[in-house]
């Protein structure tokens, strides 16, 4: 299956750094998305690691441990604006898996 | 626009009535997929589609949900005898081949 574990709800503050980790079962897994959900909308995608390693894209990077069954995704200079749900899916050869979700709260 | 677009976009119900939920992917995607999203949670997978044909169905959609694409284009979602734990926003992705989904605003359903 594609069990996937995230913490519920992290806090930052403004202009700093945060790491949302995800963990994943490893059975038919063929990649790994992130996602970012403000309250009340859609979900829309940040990236999709396939391969192991570090993706960067503007202040968000990704990165993805196959043999660990490990992900995190990392933001940058943090702005109030960054403050929603980012939501890790296991991407099998068929289904996309989503874990609950990681509710970020940015503060001043 | 050529988005997910998904109809309708509230629905409010008497426990009992039968609903159904219409999604038109982006036109050239050949997967469209199903989920429910309660508050405080990921989306739940429910189901999923390559073109017309119904690969995979959750365990946990009872015998009173059945979705269709018939032409391998739009997809419906019916929800018959509805109960007020079916109180969901239903929300549709489609994406070309196994890379990114591209969601639908959803379909807020509120059964009474």
């Known amino acids: 299956g594609q069990n996937i574990d995230q913490p519920t709800e992290m806090t930052a503050t403004e202009g700093a750094i945060v790491q949302i980790n995800c963990t994943y079962q490893t059975s038919g897994f063929n990649g790994l998305f992130w996602y970012q959900q403000h309250a009340g909308e859609a979900p829309t995608f940040l990236s999709y690691?396939?391969?192991?390693g570090l993706e960067e894209k503007g202040r968000f990077s990704s990165f993805l441990s196959r043999s660990k069954g490990y992900s995190y995704l990392l933001l940058k200079e943090l702005q109030m604006k960054d403050s929603a749900s980012y939501l890790c899916?296991?991407?099998?050869?068929?289904?996309?898996?989503f874990g609950i979700g990681t509710k970020l709260q940015v503060i001043p | 626009d050529t988005g997910v677009s998904q109809d309708p976009r509230h629905k409010i119900t008497k426990r009992g009535q039968n609903v159904t939920f219409r999604c038109d992917p982006i036109s050239e995607h050949n997967r469209l997929y199903w989920y429910r999203q309660t508050l405080g949670q990921g989306p739940e997978f429910l189901t999923y589609?390559?073109?017309?044909?119904?690969?995979?169905k959750s365990r946990l959609l009872s015998d009173r949900f059945s979705a269709e694409r018939p032409k391998g284009s739009f997809s419906t979602l019916e929800i018959q005898r509805t109960e007020q734990g079916d109180s969901a926003m239903y929300l549709c992705?489609?994406?070309?081949?196994?890379?990114?989904?591209?969601f639908g605003e959803g379909s807020r359903l509120t059964v009474l």
């Open positions: 992705a489609s994406s070309l081949g196994d890379g990114e989904l591209f």
């Open positions: 589609f390559q073109n017309e044909a119904q690969l995979e």
């Open positions: 899916a296991g991407g099998g050869y068929q289904k996309v898996t």
């Open positions: 690691n396939v391969l192991d």
